[in-house]
């Protein structure tokens, strides 16, 4: 198998200075100071929005990009110089690129193949990765009769059926439809268990990387956040683009300002009567009149029949069937909470709210660092 490790690593895609009107100035860092280690037979998703660098560095690992500086290692071995060839990889994008007038059977067998691999063992190798994808009643057929979910199968049995040490898969699932994707991230989790093999996934979908790995990488402007399991990055997010980042719907993050009382410390937001207790646990590190933002999950705010909180007017309520999204005007922005009550609002109803306030995070009002104790 495969332990990879990164180490240090920047990108630059023209290291050349490039003419920004008069000016001359070096194009930014694809990937900047890139550090991490994905552990033998890990399921590891790089994740994050468009333009944060996960790809560039999922092809970084692949050779497919030159490294601008630091060190990429799998196992012992260092692989800044080696070929895409050497480094006994997989590789899944997320264009199918399957051969056309190929029929799946000869785009399974053509890397092996193309290595002088005895037919015999091309066809043991495919008797073994075509039922594991479930792709052994389409070898007979040519990729344009397959549907897309069909095609990317047959494109992941492809860069599996060489028996790599790590496999790579660019967005995998971005082409396919909601139905498809659960199905397909359901038979990726299964073939990662049966392969046993090191694979890193690239997604920008949070609910993919948290349904499918085992660990998490996120990346914003092309630097690393957070990494740590599903749970430790939604229970313990490092700041605020992680905060609001991992989770469906997303974390509330409000900006509030400490009021103390005779009864504690408690959140106070402008422009609202909305109040939230402060966690005893965060006492030491805060004080009265400190500005700072709150966070808390929809599912962690709760509609209540106390008369004495204060009354808080529905502006949006959305049915998902399954569960109800309202959402109220907290000063100049809303807060969301989620209910499995089968209950509808219109807007301007009056509701009232609990929080779990032993489930509220605290972030900086500057650096929107997590403010821990």
Request: charged share 30%; proline share 6%; with cysteine.
């Amino acid at each position: 198998m495969a332990v990879l490790t990164i180490k240090n690593v920047y990108k630059r895609y023209d290291d050349t200075e490039k003419k920004l009107g008069k000016k001359k100035e070096k194009r930014p860092y694809a990937v900047k100071d890139l550090s991490f280690t994905c552990p033998d037979k890990s399921f590891v998703g790089i994740l994050g929005p468009s333009g944060c660098g996960k790809s560039t560095t999922l092809r970084m690992i692949a050779g497919l990009e030159k490294i601008t500086d630091g060190d990429m290692f799998i196992d012992d071995v260092r692989i800044n110089d080696l070929l895409p060839k050497d480094r006994n990889i997989g590789l899944a994008f997320e264009d199918y690129a399957l051969y056309p007038p190929l029929t799946v059977y000869d785009n399974l067998a053509f890397n092996l193949r193309a290595k002088k691999t005895p037919e015999q063992l091309v066809k043991q190798a495919i008797d073994k990765i075509a039922p594991l994808m479930r792709v052994e009643e389409l070898l007979t057929m040519r990729p344009n009769a397959l549907s897309g979910g069909q095609k990317q199968r047959v494109n992941i049995a492809r860069a599996i059926i060489r028996q790599p040490g790590l496999l790579l898969l660019d967005e995998p699932l971005s082409h396919l439809d909601g139905k498809m994707r659960q199905t397909l991230r359901h038979e990726i989790k299964r073939m990662h268990r049966e392969i046993e093999c090191t694979t890193i996934i690239v997604t920008h979908d949070q609910i993919e990387a948290m349904s499918i790995a085992d660990i998490i990488v996120i990346m914003k402007n092309a630097e690393l956040q957070q990494m740590g399991t599903p749970m430790e990055v939604y229970d313990h997010p490092v700041n605020e683009f992680v905060a609001g980042f991992i989770g469906e719907p997303p974390m509330n993050l409000l900006k509030s300002t400490i009021a103390k009382t005779q009864d504690g410390f408690f959140f106070t937001f402008e422009n609202s009567d909305l109040r939230v207790r402060v966690p005893a646990k965060y006492s030491g590190a805060i004080k009265d009149g400190m500005n700072l933002t709150c966070g808390v999950r929809p599912m962690d705010v709760h509609i209540t029949d106390d008369k004495t909180l204060p009354p808080a007017p529905v502006a949006i309520y959305e049915n998902f069937g399954d569960e109800r999204r309202v959402s109220v005007r907290v000063g100049e922005g809303l807060l969301n909470l989620t209910t499995a009550e089968d209950i509808h609002y219109d807007p301007e109803d009056i509701i009232r709210l609990a929080f779990d306030e032993n489930k509220t995070h605290l972030f900086d009002a500057q650096t929107g660092d997590a403010i821990r104790v």
